[in-house]
């Protein structure tokens, strides 16, 4: 009985809280902060590895992106691109290049001086260095930083719900605004859910791409 009053608590509040919507709202934000995060972050990684002495001024910007507080960030966007997903794309974005670009420019140049020196005797090019031996050996610690921009991305969508940007954030909201027991647990918990599913398939790929090429 206790089981089923459960379930029938679940079931009320996923359906007046429209939490299938709400989660398609809070993936839609979280993939696309992500997968901008990520190709900006590892084109900072390269960029920096080429050109050593803006590095620590690179990196230096982006901690101190890493220090201003989440809700202070998104009400600092909040003039220049209005409420919403917008501010909430932007500000996860900015706190989740850091760690990609950071795991991407060590990534780089932490691959051994063998590997280069064997690319070098048969002919290739400083691109093809790159592209066929430092990115692929720097895999598992880009990944690495994935990871953790991963965490980044879901914690700064799920405030989002506080300026009107939708996701679970804005159902978590709700719950506190009338305090309303239910929906923050249930709210609350499928957001951990959805966190832990995501991290788990990142774990995932960046162990297969360890053992794929080790370390060095």
């Known amino acids: 009985m206790v089981g089923d009053n459960i379930l029938h608590n679940i079931a009320d509040v996923w359906e007046s809280q429209l939490l299938t919507l709400r989660t398609v709202e809070h993936l839609y934000m979280f993939s696309v902060a992500l997968l901008a995060a990520t190709i ?12 050593p002495r803006i590095t620590n001024p690179v990196l230096n910007i982006l901690n101190i992106v890493e220090t201003i507080p989440d809700i202070a960030l998104l009400i600092v966007l909040i003039p220049f ?13 900015l706190y989740s290049i850091l760690p990609i670009a ?7 140049k932490s691959v051994s001086r063998e590997y280069i020196d064997i690319a070098h005797a048969i002919g290739l090019s400083s691109v093809e260095i790159l592209m ?5 050996m720097a895999l598992p610690l880009i990944a690495g930083g994935f990871r953790i921009a991963l965490v980044f ?8 719900g506080l300026i009107a940007a939708g996701g679970l954030g804005a159902v978590l909201q709700n719950g506190i605004q009338l305090f309303d027991v239910d929906t923050i647990l249930v709210a609350g918990l499928w957001t951990g859910i959805l966190a832990v599913i995501l991290d788990g398939f990142a774990g995932i ?8 090429y080790g370390t060095w």
Do not use: C, D, H
């Not at 900006?40 to 050109?51: A, D, T």
């Not at 691109?81 to 974005?93: D, E, F, N």
């Open 40 to 51: 900006i972050g590892i084109s900072v990684g390269i960029f920096i590895f080429f050109n």
């Open 81 to 93: 691109v209005g409420i919403g997903q917008g501010p909430t794309i932007i500000a996860s974005i």
């Open 102 to 108: 950071r795991n991407t420019y060590t990534g780089l």
């Open 132 to 136: 066929k031996v430092r990115i692929p």
């Open 153 to 160: 991305t879901m914690g700064v969508v799920t405030l989002g």
């Open 205 to 212: 790929v960046e162990g297969w791409l360890t053992r794929r």
